[in-house]
């Protein structure tokens, strides 16, 4: 990977059904695209939907805010803001933010994470506490 930059899974990817399942919509309504990129740690996802009507950045954001509220290890960004690898980086957090065209029907979201973290291993205490009745996410902060 050193020095190099791929998309892969285009159309294929094995968490597709699962994007597509949250929001709620078509498969014919959402590219999902991940990378591979040459750095020690972290997933960057992109994901493009069109939206049936128009909507409003605040819109958006509001429904994100709703939906993660009791998510103690997602933090949204605020509309027109994007994530990073550097911002997730040896955290159990997935940071999630978007941008919305000017037409408000073309909705792209940027999800970051640190694969070896948040990966298998802060899933796993995560899952854990859920199990065991424990606060999401003691032991991950």
């Given at each position: 990977?050193?020095?190099?930059?791929?998309?892969?899974?285009?159309?294929?990817?094995?968490?597709?059904?699962?994007?597509?399942?949250?929001?709620?919509?078509?498969?014919?309504?959402?590219?999902?695209?991940?990378?591979?990129?040459?750095?020690?740690?972290?997933?960057?996802?992109?994901?493009?939907v069109w939206l049936d009507a128009p909507r409003e950045a605040g819109?958006?954001?509001?429904?994100?805010?709703?939906?993660?509220?009791?998510?103690?290890?997602?933090?949204?960004?605020?509309?027109?803001?994007?994530?990073?690898?550097?911002?997730?980086?040896?955290?159990?957090?997935?940071?999630?933010?978007?941008?919305?065209?000017?037409?408000?029907?073309?909705?792209?979201?940027?999800?970051?994470?640190?694969?070896?973290?948040?990966?298998?291993?802060?899933?796993?205490?995560?899952?854990?506490?859920?199990?065991?009745?424990?606060?999401?996410?003691?032991?991950?902060?």
């Amino acid at each position: 990977m050193d020095e190099n930059f791929r998309a892969y899974g285009l159309f294929t990817h094995r968490h597709t059904p699962e994007v597509i399942e949250h929001l709620g919509l078509g498969a014919d309504d959402v590219m999902f695209s991940t990378h591979l990129l040459p750095v020690a740690r972290g997933i960057l996802s992109t994901m493009y939907v069109w939206l049936d009507a128009p909507r409003e950045a605040g819109e958006i954001e509001a429904l994100y805010r709703r939906f993660y509220a009791a998510k103690p290890m997602v933090r949204l960004w605020a509309a027109g803001q994007l994530p990073e690898l550097q911002h997730v980086a040896h955290t159990n957090f997935c940071d999630i933010g978007f941008a919305l065209d000017d037409g408000g029907q073309r909705l792209v979201l940027v999800s970051c994470l640190d694969n070896l973290g948040k990966g298998a291993a802060g899933q796993a205490v995560q899952n854990m506490n859920g199990m065991m009745g424990f606060e999401e996410a003691a032991g991950l902060r």
